[in-house]
């Protein structure tokens, strides 16, 4: 069977239906390709099923990307104000949990329902369990799937990375990428918890489920919010944050008890300074297990100034080097992709090849944890679907 459109999207998820519904309302003939049985499947699952949509911050410098600026106009053409106004059209009732994150109230179903009920209202045509075969070039863009053929001038890949392989996650968009010889930043876990070293593993593996609000830092980049240790490492969301920093072979540097001075009490007084002692100064400022287990490791030798410096110096700037990372099947995203020097900032065009666009998670443009990755895709779908 044959379909001809105006314009054939790749990706049934945020970035693609946001396209779809933008171009849809300016009158263009829309059509939606989605690999999984119904759209939006990660959406409905992100944010512990309520969706953190956007964050009412966003800010250019939330997001990573080999071109800092690109993401720029994008993302000023279409602000996390400009969707919570679709938000609040559609009466969907929404609260902020902290750092400007904006969740439903009720459920992911919300922000799905809305994006198809725009794209119903739009004349968008929706097609699911679409197995792409082959994707050619001639006069216009043909695709060939799942025993139907569908042509249009117009192309858009918003098939997201590989975080998350068994929603449906390929690298489909980079073969797409590569197909019309276009440069791709190389794709690597984001937003994902960090494994630890064997010797450091088998030191605080019974820590698991422990958590502290720590500074992480890669570098001059640094999150100040709760970590979680796991049976193999470290999780939460400063460690989420920094590990789409970190790069293999570097450390990451953790200060475990930010704007304290955990030994002030046992420096002031030489007749205290005891393993006891420092085990009840160190859980005024550290969960008592991860307190008693540090001591367990890192005790001075002798109770001296030189030797309580160094206690005060491990327990913040406590350096590790992960062995690595839990992989795109914990990654909340996919870093690098699509290199921005491809495309327009305007349009989300490729330079080379007129006609064929590239959105959302596919781009080499990835937001820190919070809401930002949603807010790229309403601005980089938008920015395509004015530009169709």
């Known amino acids: 069977m044959n379909h001809d459109f105006d314009a054939l999207i790749l990706g049934g998820g945020a970035a693609g239906l946001m396209c779809a519904l933008e171009a849809g309302k300016r009158g263009r003939r829309v059509g939606i390709l989605e690999r999984s049985e119904r759209t939006g499947k990660k959406i409905l699952i992100s944010g512990g099923g309520r969706c953190n949509f956007t964050n009412i911050h966003c800010r250019p410098d939330n997001f990573i990307s080999a071109n800092p600026h690109f993401a720029k106009s994008a993302l000023a053409g279409y602000t996390a104000a400009d969707f919570v106004e679709l938000v609040e059209k559609h009466r969907i009732p929404y609260h902020e949990k902290t750092l400007g994150q904006l969740f439903c109230d009720r459920s992911s179903r919300d922000i799905l329902e809305m994006l198809e009920k725009e794209c119903y209202a739009a004349r968008v045509s929706i097609f699911v369990n679409i197995s792409i075969e082959e994707i050619s070039r001639t006069t216009e863009f043909v695709v060939r799937g799942s025993g139907s053929e569908f042509r249009a001038p117009v192309l858009v890949v918003a098939t997201g990375g590989l975080s998350i392989p068994k ?3 390929t690298g489909l968009g980079y073969d797409i990428a590569r197909q019309f010889g276009l440069a791709i930043r190389d794709p690597r876990p984001g937003l994902v918890p960090l494994v630890l070293g064997k010797t450091e593993r088998e030191h605080f593996r019974e820590l698991a489920g422990v958590s502290a609000e720590v500074v992480a830092s890669r570098g001059k980049q640094l999150f100040r919010e709760k970590m979680l240790f796991t049976h193999r490492g470290l999780s939460g969301p400063a460690i989420l944050q920094i590990s789409s920093y970190w790069t293999p072979s570097h450390p990451v540097v953790i200060d475990l008890a930010p704007d304290h001075i955990v ?7 030489t007749s205290s300074r005891t393993v006891a002692a420092a085990r009840i100064e160190l859980q005024k400022f550290l969960p008592a297990r991860l307190a008693n287990r540090w001591l367990e490791l890192y005790a001075p030798t002798k109770w001296t100034n030189a030797g309580l410096a160094d206690l005060e110096r491990r327990i913040h700037a406590w350096s590790i080097i992960p062995s690595g990372t839990e992989g795109y099947s914990k990654a909340e995203v996919t870093a690098g992709g699509v290199d921005t020097d491809e495309l ?6 490729c330079r080379k090849v007129p006609g064929l666009f590239f959105i959302g998670e596919v781009v080499d443009v990835t937001g820190h944890l919070g809401g ?12 395509a679907g004015r530009a169709l």
């Open 372 to 383: 930002f990755n949603f807010q790229w895709a309403w601005s980089s779908g938008v920015a």
């Open 344 to 349: 327009s900032a305007k349009t989300m065009e």
């Open 167 to 169: 929603m449906g996650a």
């Open 263 to 269: 030994t002030e009490a046992l420096c002031a007084s």
